[in-house]
């Protein structure tokens, strides 16, 4: 079974700082792996996803992600931060194979002060 | 293109009542899955709908069911509400049973008391 583990539950930036959010995965099979934003009280937005072509992906909103084998990782980044970045993000895994169900994390809540 | 809509948006139910939620998918869209958000948590997968029928399911009980319409849209259908069923209920659809992007609704809050 797949799974995802994002580290922290809150992470705290400056308003023009790096925003880096965490995502490690557990998969026995080429994953698929993707980013969420949810802001309160809506829905989930997908930000961007892997699905093995190339291991940097690009976003919406000038995030991206780097699909790393060696370290079963996929962490979010964007160069600077906005006050309307701040949202809960949320990491999620899916294997295919005629089951395409995405495995989400517990969401990291990104904060940005002014 | 309305995106995938959901009704109602906010539901009080009292314990043991039973509740059904809606879900009209994205325009072009043929598979609906359902999602439960509780409170600081990632949505848990529920069950998939596709062709009207349960193709996937997670790990819920039998008092979770479902229901899809040979226009797509599909209900989500809890009997004897519990407290720990207080969530947030998120519908998104697909093509094809997920195999392109899922787009998701805004989902139902349900607080059951």
């Known amino acids: 079974a797949q799974s995802v583990t994002q580290l922290g539950s809150h992470v705290s930036v400056s308003e023009g700082a790096l925003v880096l959010l965490r995502c490690n995965y557990s998969?026995?099979?080429?994953?698929?792996l993707f980013w969420y934003v949810q802001y309160p009280n809506q829905g989930l937005q997908l930000l961007l996803k892997y699905t093995s072509a190339a291991t940097l992906v690009k976003g919406i909103n000038g995030f991206e992600a780097e699909f790393k084998k060696s370290e079963t990782s996929f962490h979010l980044t964007k160069p600077s931060a906005h006050m309307s970045d701040a949202a809960e993000y949320f990491c999620a895994v899916s294997v295919g194979g005629g089951s395409y169900i995405p495995t989400f994390g517990r969401g990291t809540s990104l904060i940005v002060h002014p | 293109d309305a995106g995938v809509t959901q009704s109602p948006t906010h539901l009080i139910k009292t314990r043991g009542q039973q509740v059904t939620l809606r879900c009209s998918p994205k325009s072009g869209h043929d598979t609906v899955s359902w999602y439960q958000q509780a409170l600081g948590q990632g949505p848990q997968f529920i069950f998939q709908?596709?062709?009207?029928?349960?193709?996937q399911r997670g790990n819920f009980p039998d008092r979770f069911s479902g229901h899809q319409f040979p226009n797509y849209s599909s209900e989500l259908n809890v009997n004897a509400l519990l407290l720990g069923d207080s969530a947030l209920y998120l519908c998104?659809?697909?093509?094809?049973?997920?195999?392109?992007?899922?787009?998701f609704g805004q989902g139902t809050r349900l607080t059951v008391v």
């Open positions: 998969s026995s099979v080429p994953p698929y």
């Open positions: 998104a659809s697909s093509f094809l049973m997920g195999r392109g992007e899922a787009f």
């Open positions: 709908y596709y062709e009207e029928e349960e193709r």
